[in-house]
């Protein structure tokens, strides 16, 4: 990747700031999360066009809390921060940081002045005329997302004020001569109007950024740096048959060829039929040609979970097992320098590998990694990719569409969806309810696209771009259809009637999500009638179960997965 065409985003420990990354990458702008302790020195061999800061969990005024040196301002590079980033900035400059007295949080009205680099080409959210509104020219009014117990109470020297709410003098100061922003609000998420456009600003506008960064570029990049890394050793790839592992498989292939095997492990916790279904499309006479070795291991897993309960230890033990059964193929095989995985970036960040961030679950092939792998590198061509970006490597591969947007599996299975103890009995009662589950959704939505979309001609595809076949293949679903939707099993057991008998069996949970890039979101309404049809099924159909839950919530506070 060309520095010269990157912006680095430098976390200090919030939650959530990989989205600050996502926003950016959607401005066709590559980025990079790194912590605020790395040194100025590295930064400088970096040479990022531009730096954002962004959010940390304390008050930036505390003992101990995290900072950046005011070597960081004199870089001669913009820096944007944002929010508790804003506040170092002003802090370290000679600026004033208080506790508010009343908290603003929630979508609030921020007075912007569009004079301003940041807000250049921002209207009124209200659509009121601006000069009748404020009294002046070049101020406006948008909707911002503020999330803060402390402000800006006095702006640093050389800075001017650019923004401000009822409550926050201070909601953005600027000074331009040496390319410094700072804002109080979050415009990475999508309850600021206007975010992605102010996040555009700063990385095109002032940074000067091309924004060239597409996935046939990083295919390109991808395919060559996989050559120069493996040279003429041989790679093992894992290979789950999800939308990481195929593509993965596929970029691999490209840059490899022969020297590739990929290795399906059947840990026994996949989705109904799915070991077959991997078989046929990767296996002999499938769509794809490479070699392809799939291992029986569910006896094997099972024996290992019997007894555990807890979610971390059931990731450790999946990881632990996934990397000897690899190490065992790649004996069999002879001589393989390199493992393969189909990680990618949400599962860094998740891990606590991605800048400050607190660990929330370790992910099998990432931070579940035993300490000791057989194997000379393990090597992850999609670590850096949001799970938009690996969908739409994929359809730049030539992968068929009905397996770049399928669903996605989590690395451990079955394993995560299982709450409590793994049995082969809890695994067939998931298993059941999670396909008739996926039945009843693909159906409803089969329905809604012979309703809405009779008659309408097919578009050729074959003049689309990449980003044009993605965003198109997006509005062939209906509003309702979930990016994410399994099945899981709890470990609650209630009383119900079963004609007239009693029974004490499983209730099942329905999760269902919105989401954009897997590290928010919001429960996926679906048709009643359909959620009602999915219940009657899994009740009347699978045995062990007698009642059926839908889960509501969000990411954050849940997650997506159960464990």
């Known amino acids: 990747m060309d520095s010269r065409e990157m912006v680095l985003v430098i976390d200090f420990g919030g939650q959530y700031n990989q989205l600050v990354a996502r926003r950016v990458r959607e401005c066709n702008v590559y980025c990079e999360i790194t912590s605020y302790k790395t040194p100025i020195e590295k930064i400088k061999q970096m040479a990022p066009k531009g730096i954002i800061l962004t959010g940390g969990p304390n008050s930036c005024y505390e003992e101990g809390a995290p900072t950046a040196s005011k070597e960081l301002f004199e870089l001669g590079i913009p820096v944007l921060g944002l929010c508790y980033g804003a506040q170092v900035m002003q802090l370290v400059l000679g600026g004033k940081v208080e506790r508010a007295t009343v908290r603003e949080y ?20 209200n659509g009121n005329d601006p000069t009748a509104e404020h009294g002046t020219e070049h101020e406006v009014s948008t909707i911002c997302w503020m999330s803060h117990f402390d402000y800006i109470s006095k702006e640093a020297p050389g800075f001017e004020i650019v923004a401000h709410t009822a409550g926050c003098p201070v909601a953005a100061a600027q000074d331009k001569s040496r390319g410094l922003y700072a804002i109080q609000f979050h415009p990475e998420v999508l309850h600021t109007v206007e975010g992605s456009r102010i996040l555009g600003n700063f990385v095109k506008n002032v940074c000067g950024c091309a924004a060239t960064w597409r996935m046939d570029s990083f295919v390109e990049t991808a395919v060559k740096e996989i050559k120069e890394k493996v040279g003429d050793g041989r790679v093992l790839l894992a290979l789950s048959g999800g939308v990481d592992s195929s593509v993965a498989a596929a970029l691999l292939a490209k840059a490899i060829g022969p020297q590739l095997t990929c290795v399906f492990v059947d840990h026994g916790l996949m989705r109904k039929n799915e ?18 070795v799939r291992v029986n291991a569910a006896e094997r897993y099972y024996e290992k979970l019997k007894g555990v309960t807890e979610p971390e230890r059931k990731r450790k033990i999946i990881g632990e097992e ?25 599962d860094v960040v998740e891990s606590g590998l991605g800048g400050e961030s607190a660990v929330i679950k370790s992910h099998h092939n990432v931070g579940g990694l035993p300490e000791h792998v057989d194997f000379k590198e393990i090597i992850e061509p999609l670590r850096n990719l949001f799970k938009d970006e690996v969908r739409k490597v994929g359809l730049e591969l030539g992968i068929p569409e009905y397996l770049v947007f399928r669903q996605p599996f989590p690395g451990p299975g079955l394993g995560i969806r299982i709450i409590g103890e793994v049995t082969a009995d809890k695994v067939r009662i998931v298993q059941d309810a999670d396909a008739i589950y996926r039945e009843e959704i693909a159906l409803a939505a089969e329905e809604w696209k012979k309703e809405n979309l009779a008659g309408k001609a097919e578009s050729d595809r074959s003049v689309m771009t990449t980003d044009e076949r993605f965003d198109y293949a997006m509005k062939l679903n209906p509003s309702w ?11 609650m057991r209630s009383v119900g009637v079963m004609g007239d008998e009693r029974t004490y069996d499983y209730a099942i949970a329905l999760r269902a999500v919105k989401t954009i890039d897997f590290m928010t979101a919001e429960a996926a309404q679906i048709p009643w009638d359909v959620l009602q049809k999915v219940m009657s099924r899994i009740v009347g159909e699978v045995r062990g179960v007698n009642r059926v839950l839908f889960d509501l919530s969000t990411k954050p506070a849940s997650t997506i997965e159960f464990e």
């Open 106 to 125: 929630g979508k609030t009205e921020v007075f912007v002045d569009t004079n301003s680099p940041l807000f250049t080409g921002i209207t009124e959210s």
């Open 275 to 292: 070991g077959d279904e991997v078989e046929s499309v990767f296996g002999k006479g499938g769509d794809f040609n490479i070699n392809f």
């Open 322 to 346: 996934f990397i000897r059964v690899f190490e065992e193929e790649a004996r069999k095989i002879g001589t393989v320098e390199f493992l393969a995985q189909g990680t990618i970036y949400p």
């Open 481 to 491: 259809m979930p990016d994410q939707y399994f099945a899981a099993i709890t470990n």
